[in-house]
């Protein structure tokens, strides 16, 4: 059963919005003081015993921090020491092919042990995770500029210099997934959009390593555009595509070759994706149970498994673990509880709407204050919620706890302007006007 902490919104107490999102975004870093191990920094995928870390969360986990310092909930010291003991394990560990190695060539391997760190299960050498990883990394280096803080700085240009972008390419254009020592590259690469803006930028922004700048416009033009409410958009089912890279870029007026051709941009994408998530929970095509526009968020997540019955007998496959999406599915009654709040930035109104409506209708679902993985009302149980995942995934967490601090302060979002990886990254992939046209002015004011 779960379990209401003093973190949680209590049954039947009337909050203001601010204090339900401070609560929330608080409970979220619970995660972070909870499991992490000190003594490395390593952050465990779940909050399932005995699970290994998960590098993305490690990267979440070192946005994190500094969020905590500026909120009072952690102390600059102890951010900072905590911030020093991550990095160091990361810059100290084994890389190569060996069993024992956590990583190859600067990037490291999607799952670690806890306590050693090394290579967990067959986890492949994931170019993604390493990004969000060094996103955090580099978040660091830019928080943490206090003197006493040197080491931070150097061991994370350490760090992301290290990195070999170009070899990830795999005499390719676009940036392999993944690689494994006995197999080799996977065969599948970052194409179509998806959340590897990201893991683009940071390549292109490399100053020992950079990928080429062909190799961003290849990424864009494998991009689908759909139209929804007489607007363009990037087809993305899951709503994690549309989020992740955005917790560290700020993309309000950006434009690259793609966007500036479309009118667009990436902010005001991910805008129109929330709009089309809610339409399809609104529209509720297969019929499942509780969707309507206040409950919606279709994304990767956990869900039940084939055994379970639902209400009103229906014959319903379930996917288990699966990328949902609107507005093409995949769908099987399953929501990430996550998402709403997760998207105060670009929509506040239904961000809050949203995640009011869900604390209220489904008083069962929050862990210890935190959104579960995921749920489905349509499971035929004893409580509303239907089936609820049993866990809490720590890079949901994370992406709660930067996102709401996006939408109060744009706090992320300034640091990243000013690191030199994102701002060449950018500039090497054609992004040009918003931020990054007014330091491109402010440069030339200095210059002149």
Known sequence: MKNIDAMAIPRGEMVSEEAMVDRLQRSAFEYFLTYTNKENGLVPDTSFKNVPCSIAAVGFALSSYPVAVERGWMTREAAAEIVRTTLNFFANSHQGKERHASGYRGFYYHFLHMDTGHRAWNSELSTIDTALLIAGVLTAAEYFTDEGEEDIRETAR???ERVDWQW????????AMGWKPASGFLRWRYEGYDEAI????????????????????????????????????LDAGPLFIHLFSHAWID?????????????????????????????????????????????????????????HRVRGNRKIRFFGYSARGAPNGPDDGTLAPWCALASLPFDRDAALK??????????????????PGGFNPTIKTTLPEGWIDDRTVAIDQGLLVVSVE????DFLWKLMRGSEAIKTGLQRAGFSGGWLGKAADEDIKQIA
């Open 406 to 409: 996006n939408a109060r302060n």
């Open 354 to 371: 949203g995640t009011q409506t869900i604390i209220e209708t489904y008083p069962n679902l929050l862990m210890n204050g935190q959104f």
């Open 168 to 175: 990830a390419l795999n005499k390719g254009q676009l940036i």
């Open 251 to 307: 993309f309000r007026d950006l434009q690259d070759q793609q966007m500036a051709a479309h009118d667009w941009d990436y902010f005001r994408n991910t805008q129109q994706a929330i709009a089309v998530q809610r339409d399809y929970a609104e529209r509720n095509p297969k019929g499942f149970v509780g969707y309507n526009s206040n409950v919606w968020g279709l994304s990767a997540c956990d869900g039940p498994s084939p055994l």
């Open 198 to 233: 990201l893991l683009y930028v940071l390549a292109l922004g490399s100053p020992t390593h950079p990928i080429p700048s062909s190799s961003y416009r290849a990424f864009t033009t494998s991009y689908r555009w759909r139209e929804f409410g007489g607007k363009p958009y």
């Open 158 to 160: 350490f760090l992301y």
